[in-house]
């Protein structure tokens, strides 16, 4: 089938990320945030100054990334009740698609619940076609098409260009999945949304026995669309010893919502350096995970002795291997965090790594014989 033809038959076939919009308390200081530590440049605006009475927005770029910022200037609409129920969070994961229209028909048609209908929205650079439909618990996934579009990033925004002097630019480059947690027992009606409503399928799920330690249990299904560009990884937790850090997620946000985004770097090592130079914070991983990784995933190009100083995570499977680490949370509640992977030609997603670090874990319990 020749790709009109494709992108005819079914409009979510040629779809990439566009942007991520998060509603947090304060966009100006978050903003600096995810651009010192980070090294996210500032694009564009819109607020007060650009004509928009109740809301500021601050558009970041680094490479093919872009995330939005959005805080409300007044007390009772939907950002600041947002904020105020899940805390700084991730409001809509938005689809680059090439007819929102198209789009959207085909989203409503597998049942997905209308926010807002396809709209044109436009100024003296042209027309940007959006439309939004509901997902998990208050996050939402907006169409956008801006083929009609030459401004920066969207009408009502202006363009604002700011660095962060000093800031080391750690190369990020492009979301390689985001992750949302579901309720107990959600998984598969929300892996059978995305099938209906975006005509994505499974490309791996795990379950319990794959990703279940005493400390964290949870099942996992990743949905793809057809060129594995976009990627929604679906948790929900599982009855383990211990609280599921789904649960522990779900306590904290007050239900479902986007966990982490893993995003994309051609080189991990100086990507994590960077980062840490900055002052970004990373999940420890016990020292006895990088006895046993040479065994565990045997010859790579990277040297032992530097993911090991770095605390870098290796998985492999039987098409490559994959290098990842997880920062802290991003904000006061633990609820989303950024994965960095770098991918070569593995399309894991790091299922070896739960085992790997639950039995380095037992490990270090065995020394001070507490197992
Ligand atoms: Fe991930």
């Not at 920066?152 to 604002?160: C, I, L, N």
């Not at 948790?235 to 995003?263: C, T, W």
């Not at 990088?290 to 565990?296: A, G, Q, T």
């Not at 002795?305 to 290098?323: A, F, N, P, S």
């Amino acid at each position: 089938m020749s790709t009109a033809t494709e992108a005819r038959s079914n409009p979510l076939a040629q779809i990439d990320w566009d942007y991520v919009e998060f509603y947090v308390g304060n966009a100006k200081q978050a903003a600096h945030y995810y651009m010192s530590a980070f090294g996210f440049d500032q694009r564009a605006y819109a607020g007060p100054e650009t004509g928009v009475r109740d809301r500021v927005s601050y558009v970041l770029e680094q490479n093919k990334l872009r995330f939005v910022l959005t805080a409300s200037l007044v007390p009772d609409d939907e950002i600041s009740r947002h904020v105020m129920l899940h805390g700084d969070g991730v409001k809509d994961v938005a689809i680059l698609v090439q007819d929102t229209k198209a789009a959207f028909d085909m989203a409503v048609a597998g049942g997905a619940r209308v926010v807002l209908p396809p709209t044109t929205i436009e100024d003296g650079l042209g027309k940007l076609v959006k439309a939004t439909i509901a997902t998990y618990g208050d996050t939402v996934h907006s169409f956008i098409q801006r083929d009609g579009y030459s401004g920066v990033f969207a009408p009502g925004f202006v363009e604002a260009r700011r660095t962060i002097p000093g800031t080391v630019k750690p190369q990020l480059q492009f979301l390689d999945h985001c992750v949302g947690n579901v309720g107990w027992g959600e998984m598969d009606s929300w892996g059978d949304f995305y099938a209906r409503v975006f005509g994505f399928s499974q490309l791996v799920s795990f379950d319990d026995k794959d990703i279940s330690t005493d400390y964290t249990a949870l099942r996992s299904k990743v949905m793809t669309d057809p060129r594995n560009q976009v990627k929604f990884p679906i948790n929900e937790p599982a009855q383990g010893k211990k609280k599921s850090q789904i649960e522990e997620y779900l306590d904290f946000y007050r239900g479902a919502g986007v966990q982490h985004m893993a995003i994309r770097t051609d080189d991990i090592v100086a990507t994590v350096r960077a980062l840490k130079a900055n002052g970004v914070e990373f999940l420890e991983t016990p020292e006895s995970y990088y006895d046993m990784l040479r065994d565990r995933v045997g010859q790579i190009d990277e040297a032992l002795e530097t993911l090991r100083e770095l605390r870098i995570l290796v998985d492999r499977d039987d098409l490559g291997y994959m290098l990842q680490i997880f920062t802290k949370p991003l904000q006061d509640r633990p609820t989303v965090f950024f994965e960095i992977i770098q991918r070569k030609g593995s399309l894991s997603f790091g299922k070896g790594n739960f085992k790997a670090l639950f039995v380095s874990i037992e490990r270090e319990q065995e020394k001070r014989g507490t197992l």
